[in-house]
């Protein structure tokens, strides 16, 4: 005789991958225990500053006492069981492989659908007279993800290389002495041109 039976949680498991592996519903819930907690912080909160920034949700826990059974627990979960041939230790045993590579759950109750939870510990406190079945105590923890903000940096703009003007050759341009030299005599002859031309010479 199963003693206390409430609505019964049911439990779906996604690996590494996301990819759902594993969907148990439980024969039964004895009991359920639903946590929330909050960092308040322990310093005064000054005038104008919000007090929901000195405020963090820590993750949500949630505990529950429930029985596997190798007999239905309901007349539908016959054929079920007889097709899966399952027993409530196998499941004890899947259900410790799982916490132990930190697959998430989903764990839908009686009150709420909790996402993201692993299995934090679990404990069996297991008799000669419930054989038959196994009474499971576990506790469940939410863990949280982070998302990272991906900025898109800048494209490198190309060095613009010089292009070589291509209308043709040039004319060289002289240094700055030698052009001062040329433009000294060019005046210093038309200065000796003019001095001749004043007093008749050639």
């Not at 196998?90 to 492989?97: N, R």
């Not at 939870?117 to 297991?126: A, C, G, H, N, T």
């Not at 060095?159 to 060289?172: E, F, H, I, V």
Request: net charge positive; with cysteine; proline share 6%.
């Amino acid at each position: 005789m199963i003693p206390g039976i409430q609505k019964r949680a049911e439990f779906k498991v996604y690996d590494e991958n996301d990819i759902l592996v594993f969907t148990k519903e439980v024969d039964a819930t004895i009991s359920e225990a639903h946590g929330k907690e909050l960092d308040v912080t322990e310093h005064p909160v000054s005038r104008g500053i919000p007090v929901t920034d000195n405020i963090r949700p820590k993750a949500r826990k949630y505990t529950c006492v429930c029985f596997f059974t190798n007999y239905p627990a309901r007349p539908d979960d016959a054929v079920k069981k007889t097709a899966k041939g399952e027993t409530a230790t196998e499941v004890f045993d899947q259900l410790d492989e799982i916490a132990d590579k930190g697959w998430r759950f989903t764990v839908k109750t009686s009150l709420r659908t909790y996402e993201n939870m692993v299995i934090q510990s679990m404990s069996v406190p297991r008799t000669n007279e419930k054989a038959n079945h196994v009474e499971l105590t576990i506790n469940f923890k939410e863990i949280r993800k982070a998302k990272s903000a991906k900025v898109a940096l800048p494209k490198r703009q190309p060095k613009q290389s010089q292009t070589k003007n291509k209308k043709g050759a040039q004319p060289k341009v002289k240094p700055a002495p030698e052009r001062a030299k040329g433009m000294t005599k060019q005046l210093f002859d038309f200065g000796v041109k003019s001095v001749k031309g004043l007093f008749g010479g050639s």
